[in-house]
């Protein structure tokens, strides 16, 4: 073992270890080392930190402000480290202690404070804004328990608490002193001069806890600024001499209700008055801290859309429209119109789905209830919206009704997503079809009204993460084909494409496949006992469990496959390992049956001798960020089959063609800008078109005829609705498979035949290795445009003037 002494970084670990942390070398354990280690980086980040402040300050820069309900930002140490570039360093520095860094790495709990891909956007967007270092805040929730713990029970989704803050958390710091008072309900008042005064019934405070963003190369820190909540007068006293010791605390507990949990649906919009107690708590913490810091540097809230850009990550925080709104009219006594000019110059909205079950809207009693003023707010902006469009030619009182804030069918509710759109001065869409969807569609009358507010920012993903450090061996080869200009700019991978032909590039490309899904084999086999075949084709579909990301196709063509292959043994078949892993809405009842499904056909496929280890199937418990950082790498093949029109983008279809996956999809969201820039000869697209979807719904569909025709799929559809894979309960998913004979809404039927068909194209190719490989090169060269710096770059120049 190197002498500790003489390496500085070693020092200093152990004396923070000692110090900080409160232990010896001797008696450290791994979490300590961990703790030791993150402890030190950050003590070197803060300098770059405190110095990015100052920088954007005494320029007095424009700043863009995030505000998003999710931040899924997973491990910070690697990346962190990473981005310093220092990784070689701090390994040295633990080994001279004895401590391997990829150990304790591995024992970092994720921060999952974000369902799925919204929330891994916005942290891939938080390191993006850093590396093209424009001085930026992500404003958010500090959930204390974050995304649930995922645990299989024989087959059976089960919900255990997430507990990322259990050990402490070494990277935030708790700012008493940004703290604001946040109220809810009880009334209004207006004076004789019309100043309205709005007295809440109950407040809390919201407390700052921040967290330091790096950037690529350590260029800026930007801040991830997350609030937690406290109770005015967190223990009475009175109440707690007088005996009663829990109504003493139950201030506290109340206020800590607002960021206990995150809301685990990613596609229902709850609808619950705690839903809407955390949009408003984190959306008016952050609106105050805005205004505070823009009054505190410039001096004028009228110059703030000049020196602010806020974009709401879909209507979560769309009341900030409102409370900037009550904020520039009731505190800093602006007339209606000119704060809403401000307003609106201020804000741009991103909208994530065209889902009708997903568009928040809240029953008017409850936000009345709640937020007395905002209900008088947006009464006040709709008033204006709707006077305006009824000036519109062709305007008519059904698009008056769309337009609306109001949704006055059935029961009233606060539309969020028309408040977000008319608050705004861009509202974008997340790909190219799914930003002509909304002009089609859900905003199909706003659109009209305002022509020009609906614009395209594809999303994309940060190559740090999902590259360099999820992949360093093909990063290596890369680099050693084209150097290192695409360290730095993403685009610069197009060169690695001249090398798709190169017999020993290729050779090299698939030694690296190979180490990397023999680790994840040897990770499965650690946390479910699973022995898997590297050799195999890795067929990969992660991400969370919805009807319309269709998991079900993909389920029925396993067993289908499975059929042909114990029919059919004498055909050349392709060893295929089928993965699935993700996680299901609590409530969401038959995306739980379908984790079930792929359980009890896993089982029944492992452990029937007669497919000879020619498929295996298996279901990954407890998806999240890390998982995916070692699942991606591994994967040869990546599943992107949603129902066409309804998958807003994805962006792990991104991630595996980074990592050299080839994509089995559809012509849905980014699938289609992915096709166009790896080229058409190098994917597999299948399936009906967004156009030909909605005409199939529009009428004539039948299902039943449909799957009657198909041999392979009416045998596949009678086998699980029989009970052939669930024999303990024959019954299981006779309403699921039901649900495709009446309906099916999600055009699996509709699909199947053009999926199997593509599949078996895939065993084709698979079979013809140096085509495979050449076109999995082709795949991360094509795929460098979708790196969250063009996106970010787009949102900078286009939308918030700051580049
Ligand atoms: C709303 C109200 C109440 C409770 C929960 C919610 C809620 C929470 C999360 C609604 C939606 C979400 C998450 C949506 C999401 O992740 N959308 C995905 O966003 C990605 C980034 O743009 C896209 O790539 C995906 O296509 C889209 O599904």
């Not at 402490?168 to 009334?187: C, I, K, Q, T």
């Not at 307003?343 to 009708?356: E, V």
């Not at 509202?427 to 659109?447: C, P, R, W, Y």
Request: with cysteine; proline share 4%.
């Amino acid at each position: 073992m190197p002498n500790a002494t003489e390496d500085p970084l070693a020092a200093r670990i152990l004396d923070t270890l000692i110090h900080r942390v409160g232990k010896d070398a001797k008696a450290a354990r791994p979490h300590d080392w961990l703790a030791a280690t993150i402890l030190t980086v950050r003590d070197d980040i803060i300098d770059r930190w405190m110095a990015s402040t100052r920088e954007a300050h005494a320029a007095g820069a424009k700043r863009v402000y995030y505000l998003s309900l999710e931040f899924l930002i997973g491990r910070l140490l690697r990346d962190a480290i990473a981005n310093l570039g220092r990784t070689p360093e701090v390994t040295a520095a633990l080994a001279s202690l004895g401590v391997d860094l990829a150990e304790i790495e591995e024992i970092e709990p994720d921060a999952a404070l974000g369902n799925g891909g919204l929330g891994r956007l916005a942290a891939c967007f938080m390191e993006s804004l850093a590396t093209l270092e424009l001085p930026a805040y992500g404003y958010g929730i500090r959930y204390m328990n974050g995304m649930f713990r995922q645990r299989i029970d024989d087959g059976w989704q089960v919900e255990l608490p997430e507990t990322w803050l259990a050990h402490g958390n070494p990277w935030e710091f708790e700012r008493r002193e940004s703290a604001y008072f946040v109220g809810f309900g009880g009334d209004v008042a207006a004076n004789e001069a019309g100043q309205v005064h709005w007295s809440p019934a109950e407040a809390v405070e919201a407390v700052a806890v921040d967290t330091p963003v790096v950037g690529w190369r350590g260029k800026r820190v930007n801040t991830l600024r997350l609030w937690t909540a406290v109770a005015f007068d967190p223990i009475r006293l009175d109440q707690f001499n007088a005996g009663d010791h829990e109504g003493a605390l139950a201030g506290q507990v109340r206020a800590e209700s607002l960021v206990r949990v995150l809301y685990p649906a990613d596609s229902t919009a709850a609808g619950q008055e705690l839903r809407l107690r955390q949009e408003y708590f984190f959306s008016s913490a952050s609106i105050q801290d805005i205004v505070r810091r823009h009054v505190q540097y410039f001096g004028d809230i009228r110059t703030l859309p000049d020196k602010a850009a806020i974009q709401l990550n879909d209507t979560h925080p769309a009341v900030a429209v409102a409370e900037l709104m009550r904020l520039l009219v009731d505190h800093h006594e602006i007339a209606f119109d000119a704060a809403w000019e401000i307003t609106k110059a201020t804000f741009g909205y991103t909208n994530h789905t065209l889902l009708p079950e997903a568009l928040e809207s809240w029953p008017l009693p409850l936000f009345e209830r709640l937020l007395p003023r905002h209900m008088q707010i947006v009464y006040a902006i709709n008033a204006k919206l709707l006077r305006e469009a009824r000036k519109v030619e062709g305007v008519d009182d059904r698009a008056i009704a769309a337009i609306s804030l109001i949704d006055e069918g059935g029961e009233r509710r606060v539309r969020m997503a028309n408040l977000a759109f008319v608050g705004a001065h861009s509202v974008n869409g997340v790909a190219a079809l799914h930003t002509e969807l909304m002009k089609q569609t859900v905003f199909a009358d706003l659109h009209r009204l305002y022509p020009t507010k609906i614009n395209n920012k594809t999303n994309g993903i940060t190559p740090r993460r999902w590259l360099f450090e999820c992949n360093p061996g093909l990063t290596a080869l890369i680099r050693d084909c084209i150097g290192d200009a695409f360290l730095d700019d993403a685009s610069a991978l197009s060169a690695f494409a001249d090398h798709a032909g190169d017999a020993q590039v290729q050779e090299r490309f698939d030694a690296v496949k190979r180490a990397n899904k023999v680790a994840l084999v040897d990770h499965l086999k650690g946390v479910m006992g699973l022995r898997l075949d590297p050799d195999a084709l890795f067929d990969v579909q992660i991400k969370r469990i919805h009807e319309y990301k269709r998991q079900l196709l993909n389920i029925l063509e396993t067993v289908a496959l499975y059929d042909q292959i114990r029919s059919h043994p004498e055909r050349d078949w392709q060893p295929r390992v089928k993965l699935f892993a993700g996680k299901a809405a609590s409530s969401y009842h038959n995306a739980k049956l379908i984790i079930k499904l792929a359980n009890d056909v896993a089982r029944r496929v492992n452990s029937d001798p007669s497919v000879g280890g020619l498929l295996k199937v298996a279901f990954v418990p407890n998806y999240n960020v890390s998982l995916a950082e070692k699942i991606i790498p591994a994967a040869d093949l990546s599943e992107q089959i949603s129902t066409a029109g309804m998958e807003a983008s994805g962006t792990g279809n991104m991630k595996f063609a980074l990592n050299g996956a080839l994509t089995i999809g559809t012509l849905d969201g980014a699938n289609i800008e992915i096709r166009d820039y790896v080229g058409a000869d190098n994917i597999v697209i299948f399936g009906l078109t967004a156009d030909e979807v909605a005409a199939k719904r529009g009428g004539g569909y039948e299902p039943r005829a449909v799957i009657e025709a198909s041999r392979e799929l009416a045998q596949a559809v009678n086998a699980v609705a029989s009970g052939v894979f669930s024999p303990d309960d024959p019954n299981r998913y006779k309403d699921l498979m039901n649900g495709l004979y009446d309906h099916d809404w999600f055009m699996v039927a509709a699909d199947f035949d053009a999926y199997a068909a593509a599949q078996r194209r895939v065993d084709g190719w698979w079979d013809d290795q140096p085509a495979w490989r050449a076109a999995a090169i082709r795949n991360v060269a094509g795929v460098g445009w979708f790196s969250s710096d063009r996106t970010i770059r787009e949102y900078a120049e286009q939308i918030w003037g700051v580049m």
